[in-house]
């Protein structure tokens, strides 16, 4: 996706189903328009009227005249949204250092650096949620001031946060025009129908199969996603900021979020990606801003340099990636099984086996019932069926903390809301699964072996604070997941299970989190790993449980196993089960 | 890759059933909840299911239900208010100042009245919404202020209002076949308030803030003024209630009202309304608030003690709130 290619092919330029209309022969890139003014004056009429159709699509500016959509073609390439010398500190923080940003017409401009880099704050400039201490924004080159996510929306410029901002108990319609509804005489009276209208046109324009009349906390994660993106749209945006987009999309699901935003771009609008990903951004770019420590670093044409040279930016020095790990003796002692797990909702007839010194990745779409197993076997849901024998003993596991008597320890995939006390210090998060063991006979805590015990950790774990006396909250992702994992160590626990262990988490942290996975298994410890992430399963995981519609398809060895292996898998229930409908 | 989102659409939509499903058997269980109390209290006494006594069930009804009806859309928001029961007698007691010491008509009077009730519900937005207080310590207090207030305006004694024209029928009178009118006046301020809720931006603002407050606010929506205008609908609502009080005994009682706010709290509950806010069913309240007054008023015709009419409500207010717990189920149960 080239700014080439995409201004001469009609699918970023025209709403899809309208393809027919005029062929690659009647389409004139900007590029060719510069150098033949004629065959720009003939094709000038077919091309307003397929840009009044790519207004609309886009929204753009609705009501544009046919002078400004004669300018259009000229526009790709021309700045959209820039930032000027932004400046942004926080409380003991200078977030944003003088950074110059340039989002162009028709690009795909991917913003990526390690956290704590600034590109949240940035984003959060470019989206008017935070005012700049120093330094502008300009909109189509014209200063323009943000007091507000609201006056950014109606300037075009649209945020889709990583965190959904959705109301579950709206439905679908509800949602995208909260605020806009639709309505009989002054705005005070619901006009339902013509909501549910226009939200049924919005979602056929984005192809994407979801019912407007259906409550969105009823849909799966992807799903909201497309909420969120069909929400943005609507607002007839320009400029498209997404923060993560695909942290809780599985590789299917990408592709559908990438044909949005391929549809998306033309040579008026833009979109900003944020990412840590680095296939993604690969694929997805048009250019790429490097940000380090606040400040920007590199800009650069995402054809013209490698991944490696990116992450080489991010981090300022090389990260060797070795996509698979060692093959290691293979253990015989079995210490965790499961047989026949299921659960009420989802997962049926879960059967496993985990050894001693092995990592067991646990692969599949997002909703396959991955977390759900980790969650049903430690406890935090109930199961229906099955059982866990650990060490060659059938335990009886009703909550977390059985599951932690027995060894077992569950590291959430969401770290905020399970896996720490955000306001506590390290020690005390350190300590907490351990209270028990560090109180004196009174029951009061013994502040200094809880110090020791962090300190240890803090050391062995390599976690990044200048104390532990620090709090949680103070800590970046990466190390944030270290205090979660020596909470657990702490505690002894032989097994323990890893959901996303590297969500938001940059990439140097994350070879971090990888080479702490290994040391683990080299001490005996037995691993679960559950990811999204195709590479991060391949590069860690032993053996490979593929989930599907919460069945374990296939347990594969890392030497067997490909990408296109595990997404057969993967997608096998998916797919068979819409084959057998049509 | 079209084959597989469809699958999951597919599965959304038996979601999406299976939650529609869940909330129909709902609203059954608080229709049959009052059909089988109906019967038991019928089969027990025979006095239950006599005119007048229905007739004086609905008339309790009236004043319970109607401030539950605003506490409704409070609720609705995720927030409560304790205002309801005192704030009604504080409504009550100006209701007569106006009409007896002032000797306002009734036209200006009663609508005054009903403007306090507003005035309280201002207070308490202006406490929650701006000035950020917790809605249960702010209304708690509140509540104390109008039980206060209710007692310096009326000198601590009743206000009686036989004097006055005309009153007494806003209640009692039949204005519709004989129905009294303060069954008749429900049964309007419901159409109205589900009318309010489904199909007005007030109550579409409402669930929005109760489901995600951060999100409607991201949205652009001005949530401070929303959550005003709500507990201002509450308020008149309970100044509603207070002026149908007050024509009902024919007087204005400083001292009722305590309590009151539990029998409203109950019925919206009961009715279906989550307390975690994002959830809100009128009908529902309306039934919530019969079930309330039925079960009242059979205990009292089968001459149960008050003591234990209180500990049944109760009992039956935990139900319901138990209830709330295990519907919301799994989905949100951290």
């Excluded at chain 1, 549910?196 to 056929?204: D, F, G």
């Excluded at chain 1, 609507?234 to 999309?249: G, H, K, N």
């Excluded at chain 1, 001693?356 to 049903?376: K, P, S």
């Excluded at chain 1, 709090?471 to 657990?488: D, E, H, I, M, T």
Aim: with cysteine.
């Amino acid at each position: 996706m080239r700014v080439t290619s995409k201004t001469v092919t009609p699918t970023g330029l025209a709403p899809r189903g309208r393809h027919s209309r005029f062929t690659e022969d009647h389409w004139e890139s900007p590029c060719a328009a510069e150098h033949n003014e004629s065959s720009r004056r003939t094709s000038s009429r077919l091309v307003r009227a397929e840009w009044h159709e790519t207004f609309r699509f886009t929204g753009t500016v609705a009501d544009t005249t046919a002078a400004v959509a004669n300018e259009a073609l000229g526009w790709a390439g021309q700045p959209l949204l820039s930032a000027h010398g932004v400046s942004k500190s926080f409380p003991g923080v200078k977030a944003l250092d003088g950074v110059d940003f340039e989002l162009r017409g028709g690009e795909v401009h991917a913003l990526v650096g390690e956290n704590g880099a600034g590109k949240s704050t940035l984003m959060k400039v470019l989206g008017g949620v935070y005012q700049p201490d120093g330094g502008h924004i300009e909109l189509d080159s014209q200063r323009i001031e943000l007091h507000g996510t609201l006056e950014a929306q109606q300037h075009g410029i649209s945020v889709i946060h990583q965190e959904f901002f959705l109301m579950p108990h709206l439905t679908v319609a509800q949602n995208i025009f909260v605020g806009r509804e639709p309505s009989y005489g002054p705005h005070f009276l619901l006009d339902e129908r013509q909501l549910n209208r226009k939200a049924e046109e919005l979602i056929a324009r984005l192809q994407v199969p979801i019912d407007p009349r259906v409550q969105v906390g009823d849909l799966t994660v992807a799903a909201q996603q497309m909420v969120e993106i069909a929400k943005a749209l609507s607002f007839e945006s320009r400029v498209l900021i997404m923060d993560e987009p695909t942290a809780a999309l599985t590789d299917t699901e990408v592709d559908t979020l990438f044909r949005l935003i391929a549809d998306f771009v033309t040579p008026v609008t833009g979109v900003v990606y944020v990412s840590h990903r680095m296939e993604e951004i690969s694929r997805i770019s048009d250019r790429i801003t490097v940000m380090r420590d606040g400040e920007h670093v590199a800009t650069r044409e995402a054809a013209e340099i490698t991944i490696p040279e990116v992450i080489q930016l991010m981090v300022g020095r090389e990260v060797i990636s070795d996509v698979r790990p060692e093959p290691r003796e293979e253990s015989n002692e079995v210490v965790l099984e499961v047989k026949g797990l299921s659960t009420a909702s989802l997962v049926k007839d879960v059967s496993f086996t985990l050894r001693r010194g092995e990592v067991l990745g646990f692969a599949g779409l997002m909703g396959a019932g991955r977390t759900e197993v980790a969650r049903a076997i430690v406890g935090a849901d109930p199961r229906s069926a099955g059982r866990v024998v650990v060490n060659g003993d059938e335990v009886t596991i009703r909550n977390p903390a059985d599951a932690v008597r027995h060894g077992i320890g569950y590291l959430s995939e969401d770290r905020r809301k399970y896996g720490l006390i955000l306001d506590h210090t390290i020690t005390a998060n350190i300590a907490l699964a351990s209270v028990d063991r560090l109180t004196n006979r009174f029951g009061f805590v013994r502040e200094r072996p809880a110090k020791a015990m962090a300190e240890k950790y803090r050391v062995a774990l390599r976690i990044k604070t200048p104390s532990i006396t620090q709090r949680a909250k103070n800590l970046s992702g990466g190390n944030q997941q270290k205090v979660v994992l020596a909470k657990w160590l702490a505690r002894d626990c032989e097994i323990l299970i890893f959901d996303e262990p590297t969500r938001g988490i940059d990439v140097g942290a994350k070879d971090e989190i990888y080479r702490l996975l290994k040391e683990l298994t080299a001490a005996g410890k037995a691993l679960i790993v559950i990811s999204s992430e195709m590479e991060e399963i391949l590069r860690v995981a032993d053996r490979i449980a593929v989930m599907c519609d919460g069945r374990l398809v296939e347990t594969i060895a890392n030497a067997g196993a490909t990408r296109e292996k595990i997404m057969e898998c993967a997608t096998q229930f998916a797919v068979t089960a819409t084959q057998g409908e049509s | 890759m079209t084959a597989i989102a469809l699958t999951r659409v597919d599965s959304d939509r038996v979601l999406a059933l299976r939650s529609h499903a869940r909330q129909s058997v709902q609203q059954l269980l608080v229709f049959a909840t009052l059909a089988v109390l109906l019967l038991v209290f019928s089969f027990a006494s025979p006095y239950f299911m006599t005119f007048s006594n229905v007739s004086s069930l609905l008339m309790a009804t009236a004043v319970t239900g109607i401030q539950a009806l605003g506490l409704t859309f409070v609720i609705a928001t995720g927030g409560i208010d304790l205002t309801p029961g005192l704030g009604m007698a504080l409504c009550s007691v100006l209701t007569g100042v106006f009409l007896v010491t002032f000797g306002l008509p009734i036209w200006l009077g009663v609508p005054l009245g009903i403007l306090i009730g507003t005035l309280i519900g201002f207070v308490n937005g202006l406490l929650i919404a701006r000035l950020r207080m917790q809605p249960m310590i702010a209304t708690l207090a509140m509540m104390l202020v109008c039980q206060g207030l209710a007692l310096v305006f009326s000198g601590a004694s009743p206000i009686y209002l036989s004097e006055i024209q005309g009153f007494e029928a806003i209640a009692r009178g039949t204005l519709v076949f004989s129905i009294p009118n303060a069954v008749t006046i429900f049964f309007v301020a419901a159409i109205i308030a589900a009318v309010l809720l489904n199909k007005s931006i007030l109550g579409r603002y409402a669930i929005s803030m109760g489901s995600n407050e951060a999100a409607t606010r991201i949205s652009g929506i001005d949530v401070r003024k929303w959550k005003i205008l709500v507990y201002m609908l509450a308020g008149t609502f309970t100044g509603l209630s207070g002026v149908v009080m007050a024509a009902r005994l024919n007087s204005a009682q400083p001292a009722t009202g305590a309590g009151y706010e539990m029998y409203a709290i109950a019925a919206v509950v009961i009715g279906g309304t989550s307390l975690r806010g994002g959830r809100a069913n009128i009908l529902g309240t309306v039934v919530g608030a019969l079930i309330i007054s039925t079960i009242n008023n059979g205990l009292q015709i089968l001459s149960i003690p008050d003591q234990f009419q209180k500990v049944v409500l109760g009992v039956v207010v935990l139900v319901a709130v138990f209830i709330d717990i295990a519907r919301r189920g799994k989905a949100d149960h951290d």
